[in-house]
């Protein structure tokens, strides 16, 4: 009797830890999991490990969670759609913008950028915003910036995967102009070896707030969490002092034109 009894406890006990370790598991796969690209100066990847504005943010407040900054890396396309279509990725810098307002949650803010226009520095004659509707240019793969583009009437739009193919295409001749945030086409040409002479912004359009988003079903606690953290860095004055170092401008909260 004593040794079915004993049994019977083992037994209970086994599954006692078996439910334990299984609800701490199920905690642990709701925790935010970051997804990013290689997108200067907010973020990339460089032979010191990820570097930028955006992945010393998310360092800093992970380690007011206790926890490893981890980020994994994909091509901007990949990243933003399982961030929309997955329980609790988040994903940075991504342009808060009309069509994508019902479509994340917007946890932190980043920085506000300008979308500008870059030719190679030998190209001649006028390039304002009439003279490039008939040329070449090419955006982010990804990126709702095209709307811009089609908005204004321009036709001949091309999609590379990240910022240092776009600045290949528009040094050897494949396109006339590349389109994107200002800061991250100067940051691009600085990280992966462009010489920021060989290249001229000619013309901008659209503005936009950037932000670190995630998906919309992320557990709401977990995403207090992040928020919390981020506002005992900023009341610190950290976020204003990394904002300075990258030179980026604060976010504030307004909408206008489109973004990556």
């Known amino acids: 009797m004593r040794r079915s009894i004993l049994a ?5 006990g086994l599954c006692a830890a078996v439910s334990l370790g299984g609800s701490a598991q199920a905690q642990g796969n709701e925790r935010l999991r970051w997804l990013g690209g290689d997108l200067p100066p907010f973020v990339w990847q460089s032979s010191n490990g990820p570097q930028g504005y955006a992945h010393e943010l998310l360092t800093l407040m992970a380690q007011k969670l206790g926890r490893k900054p981890d980020v994994a890396f994909y091509p901007w396309a990949r990243a933003v759609k399982q961030t929309m279509e997955g329980d609790n990725y988040g994903v940075f810098p991504l342009a808060r913008t009309p069509d994508r307002e019902a479509q994340f949650r917007w946890l932190i803010p980043l920085a506000h950028v300008h979308y500008s226009f870059f030719a190679a520095s030998s190209t ?8 490039l509707r008939t040329q070449k240019i090419v955006v982010l793969r990804g990126s709702p910036i095209i709307k811009n583009l089609q908005a204004q009437g321009f036709t001949q739009i091309i999609e590379a995967k990240d910022y240092r193919d776009m600045l290949r295409m528009v040094s050897i001749g494949v396109v006339v102009a590349a389109y994107a ?11 992966f070896g ?5 290249y001229k912004l000619v ?22 969490l992040w928020i919390e953290a981020y506002r005992t860095l900023e009341q610190d004055g950290i976020v204003a002092r990394l904002q300075k170092k ?10 206008s034109g489109n973004g990556e």
């Open 203 to 224: 013309a901008t359009l659209g503005n936009a707030d950037l932000y670190m988003g995630t998906s919309l079903r992320l557990d709401l606690g977990e995403a207090q």
């Open 181 to 191: 945030g200002a800061p991250m086409m100067q940051s691009a040409m600085q990280e």
């Open 246 to 255: 990258y030179q980026l401008s604060r976010a504030g909260g307004h909408m």
């Open 8 to 12: 019977v406890l083992a037994v209970s």
């Open 194 to 198: 462009f010489k920021a002479s060989d």
């Open 124 to 131: 001649t004659g006028p390039l304002g915003l009439e003279q």
